[in-house]
């Protein structure tokens, strides 16, 4: 069974937030259920009727497919003056404003979507927070 530990959204980066990204964009019922892995550092999915994919995935620092996220959920991304970036994301339903900030655009609008999703901890498997990548099918 994989070990996890809890960390606050707005302190991930690297494939510790690509991971959460990933738990959120994998929310789909059986048998086309995703679940995100790390294999040889890098995040990539393993869907149940497709196995894995061998394509990395890293919207923390990948345009093409952090920039898609960011557009379908209307994520607004500023930079503030102390040069600091900030993703902005407003929820109708709940009338809340989800904030997070970060290094880059892609990395605060990321913590951005996986606080709307996920909320201000998630449970990250231990391997990514240790600097040690496994595979964790």
Not at 99 to 118: F, Q
Request: hydrophobic share 35%; with cysteine; aromatic share 6%.
């Amino acid at each position: 069974m994989q070990r996890e530990t809890q960390m606050k959204t707005n302190q991930l980066t690297g494939a510790a937030l690509d991971w959460a990204v990933v738990k959120c964009e994998c929310d789909m019922p059986a048998p086309f259920k995703s679940i995100p892995v790390v294999l040889n550092g890098t995040v990539r999915v393993f869907r149940g009727d497709m196995g894995l994919h061998s394509d990395p995935i890293s919207p923390s620092t990948n345009w093409a497919q952090g920039g898609m996220i960011i557009e379908r959920e209307g994520i607004e991304i500023c930079r503030l003056n102390n040069g600091e970036w900030r993703g902005q994301w407003y929820e109708q339903a709940t009338e809340k404003i989800h904030r997070e900030y970060g290094d880059t655009p892609l990395i605060a609008a990321m913590r951005c979507y996986v606080a709307s999703k996920l909320g201000n901890k998630v449970e990250i498997p231990t391997e990514l927070t240790q600097g040690k990548a496994a595979c964790l099918i």
